[in-house]
């Protein structure tokens, strides 16, 4: 697991911007305050990947949410090559295969391996509608457990499973949490969400924040308003 005693260590941004441009200028605003950043599907087909490996090779942290899923030398091999890119974190899907396969790839790395359960975004009916047989927080668990006994490093969930996930994988996984609001904010597309100092006392071990601190007039204040309510837990 990542150490994590600061919370600015804790905090990750996400860089969900259509473009490099905005995405740089996210990074100079927030320089001083964050020092870690996540970057997903949007950004990574817009340059983002080269940007990833620009950030890492200057010490910053950068958390890659590609959540791989595929036939096993596949996920090996793009695996392989993420840990040549000085990456912290990587997301996959949950699948047992598939988290060995990238277990095995990543060995001997500093790469922490993220499980993802159930995306925030999914509730009930979502899960029920995709086929699975579980409500959201019994495959949650049942993920989680899946992953700790493949090697992984992290687990991604949402708080609201937080403290069940943390009985489950012990105290030196990750616990990485999106579907983050400050009290007040909106949801968005998010279902299951909870606040910054919730989730730290829940067990997360970090949380990832992007719209409330990306979309926000004054980014450094609202990134320095969550690490605020984060050290209150």
């Known amino acids: 697991m990542i150490p994590a005693h600061d919370m600015r260590d804790r ?6 911007v259509p473009t490099l441009g905005e995405a740089e200028k996210v990074v100079r605003d927030l320089d ?7 970057i997903g599907y949007q950004l990574a087909f817009a340059g983002g990947l080269d940007f990833a490996r620009e950030l890492a090779s200057g010490g910053t942290r950068v958390f890659l949410d590609m959540k791989l899923l595929d036939i096993d030398n596949t996920v090996a091999k793009g695996v392989e090559n993420i840990v040549r890119m000085g990456m912290t974190m990587l997301t996959l899907h949950a699948y047992p295969k598939t988290m060995r ?12 391996l993220l499980a ?8 009930e ?22 992953a700790l006994h493949a090697g992984m490093g992290g687990i991604v969930c949402s708080a609201h499973e937080a403290a069940a ?15 983050i609001r400050p009290p007040g904010a909106d949801h968005g597309d998010q279902k299951r969400v909870v606040t910054p100092r919730d989730a730290i006392r829940n067990g997360s071990s970090h949380l990832v924040v992007a719209r409330p601190i990306v979309g926000a007039v004054d980014r450094r204040a609202a990134a320095q308003a969550i690490l605020d309510d984060m050290r209150s837990a």
């Open 125 to 146: 009916n979502d899960v029920v509608e995709a086929g699975y047989e579980y409500d959201p927080h019994t495959l949650v668990l049942r993920r989680a457990e899946q």
């Open 11 to 16: 905090l990750i941004v996400g860089l969900d």
């Open 165 to 179: 996930v943390r009985k489950i994988v012990g105290p030196d996984l990750a616990l990485v949490t999106p579907g």
């Open 116 to 123: 993802v359960t159930v995306l925030t975004s999914m509730d």
């Open 101 to 112: 396969a990238a277990v095995e790839a990543a060995r001997g790395s500093d790469l922490t």
């Open 32 to 38: 001083g305050v964050v020092s870690f950043y996540k």
